[in-house]
């Protein structure tokens, strides 16, 4: 398949300057998924297409649900920055990213409209369907950068992607109180969760011991996955949520 293949649902082309080749002649494997973390969305387009930023990605969805087209898919965009999954250290490569407008965070982290996750789906959904993209590498920025971000954040409705056919979701196991693991536990438990963590795709090194970065990848993974309650904490709900997601994933062949 061509890589000059691009979407139809963007609206217009608003060119970025920030992009690259991608590396090894590597093809879009994944969607990586954004906010933007400012609170004008505008601006935050700007910033994405200003030559300083040396930031960009390859659409942008404002709030409305408009999808404008910032860098080809042929080329490498500079969104994901340091970040892994499934052992690949340069995602940009082999990744498509979307930025979507949203103040996250910093800005109370609202909901998404409508409108716009409209929009989000079917782009993603375009995409995925295109160049083949398994349903378990439609990831959002914290999971191939845990610790480093959070977004899209714990209210990005990944349940109604997976409804309409894009990404891995599994429903997540009731929180209650019970056993748990958290920072500063050893042994073979947590070698044991960080194995199962590293199988599913999350970048960690298996050790035994519940670090720092074990924290940052367990509540990466409950942001995702488990976001009724992120704190760092493996609880039984995030372990099961955890074990049913690589029960049921599906084949690298599949999209949804």
Same mark, same amino acid.
């Given at each position: 398949?061509?890589l ?27 969607v ?13 387009l700007?910033?994405l297409?200003n ?7 390859? #659409? ?42 949203? $103040? ?7 909901? #998404? ?6 929009s ?17 590498r ?13 977004? $899209?954040?714990?209210?990005f ?5 997976h409804?309409?056919g ?31 963590l ?9 050790n ?9 990848v ?8 488990r $976001?009724?309650?992120?704190d760092?904490v ?23």
């Amino acid at each position: 398949m061509s890589l000059s293949t691009e979407s139809p649902v963007a609206t217009k082309v608003f060119p970025s300057p920030n992009h690259g080749e991608r590396k090894d002649g590597q093809r879009p494997t994944m969607v990586i998924l954004h906010y933007t973390g400012m609170p004008d969305e505008g601006e935050a387009l700007q910033w994405l297409c200003n030559p300083v930023s040396q930031v960009s990605a390859h #659409y942008f969805v404002f709030g409305d649900g408009r999808v404008l087209h910032l860098v080809p898919e042929a080329r490498r965009a500079w969104h994901a920055g340091v970040s892994s999954w499934d052992g690949e250290a340069d995602v940009n490569s082999c990744s498509i990213g979307i930025e979507i407008a949203n $103040p996250g965070h910093p800005g109370g982290l609202p909901p #998404y409209p409508d409108a716009q996750i409209e929009s989000v789906i079917a782009l993603t959904k375009d995409i995925v369907t295109r160049w083949r993209i398994p349903a378990t590498r439609v990831l959002g920025h914290s999971d191939v950068a845990p610790g480093r971000k959070v977004d $899209p954040g714990e209210l990005f409705p990944w349940k109604r992607l997976h409804e309409a056919g894009i990404g891995h979701w599994v429903p997540p196991a009731s929180v209650s109180d019970g056993r748990f693991f958290s920072r500063g536990d050893q042994g073979m438990p947590i070698e044991a969760l960080q194995a199962m963590l590293v199988m599913y795709g999350y970048g960690l090194r298996i050790n035994g011991v519940f670090d720092e970065d074990t924290e940052k990848v367990v509540s990466a993974f409950q942001r995702h996955f488990r $976001p009724e309650r992120v704190d760092g904490v493996a609880d039984a709900s995030t372990i099961t949520t955890l074990r049913d997601l690589i029960a049921k994933r599906p084949s690298s062949s599949t999209t949804a």
